[in-house]
Every structure is written in C-alpha cells, then in structure tokens.
C-alpha cells in the first residue's frame, strides 16, 4: 500500500498564492503519475494538474498559466504552486498516485492512490 499525506491547504485572499505539498510513502513501490485534482461543493471531483514520472504535465484549462506542478522522483513528493488564486479555486484538494508496483507486486493495471484532501478556501 501507498500512502499519501497532503499538506499547505488554508485561507487566502483573491490574488494571494499558496503550495501544496504532497509526500508517498509505503514499502516497495514505485509511482508513475501524480497529480491533484479537487472538489467543490455539489461539484464532482475534477483533474487539476498532473505530472508523469519523466516529467510531463497537464492542467486543467481553468488554472493553466497560473498553477504549476512540481515532483520529486527521490523523495517521492508532489507539489502544486498556485498564484492569482480566484474565488471559484475554493474546494478540496485531493492528491492522486498510481502505481503499477506497490508492496514488491508487480500489477498489470495500476492501482489508485489518495490523499485524505486539504481545504483551499479563497476570499473574494
């Protein structure tokens, strides 16, 4: 099993900026994707950012240009910088893994990983 434990989520005025920091632990895993994704309230969760193992990215149209994803292969670790924060970013941020190699098995389809979620809340 995989573990993922999120942090950096809080209140911020429009405009302002924050990060979010996510860490994979576990025994004998590698990661492949990792990304963000989010959830208002009566909204369904929705792909925000994601980064591949070799580094390629994807956003979702509403953030491109203004949150950019980051990884650490090493340690692990996912990061989400977000600027020019707007009212409508306010949700749950849930961090995502797959893995096709998690506890020395080896799958053929990958298996999902979650965070427990970390509330943005911006201001207008």
């Known amino acids: 099993q995989v573990q993922l434990v999120e942090s950096g989520g809080g209140l911020v005025q429009a405009g302002g900026s924050l990060r979010l920091s996510c860490a994979a632990s576990?025994?004998?895993?590698?990661?492949?994707?990792m990304g963000w994704y989010r959830q208002a309230p009566g909204k369904q969760r929705e792909l925000v950012a994601s980064?591949?193992?070799?580094?390629?990215?994807d956003y979702a149209e509403s953030v491109r240009g203004r949150f950019t994803i980051s990884r650490d292969n090493a340690k692990n670790t996912v990061d989400l910088q977000m600027n020019s924060l707007k009212p409508e970013d306010t949700a749950v941020y849930y961090c995502?893994?797959?893995?096709?190699?998690?506890?020395?098995?080896?799958?053929?389809?990958?298996?999902?990983?979650w965070g427990q979620g970390t509330q943005v809340t911006v201001s207008s």
């Open positions: 995502n893994a797959d893995s096709h190699y998690s506890g020395g098995v080896y799958y053929t389809d990958p298996l999902m990983y």
């Open positions: 576990g025994r004998r895993f590698s990661i492949n994707t």
């Open positions: 980064i591949t193992a070799s580094g390629m990215t």
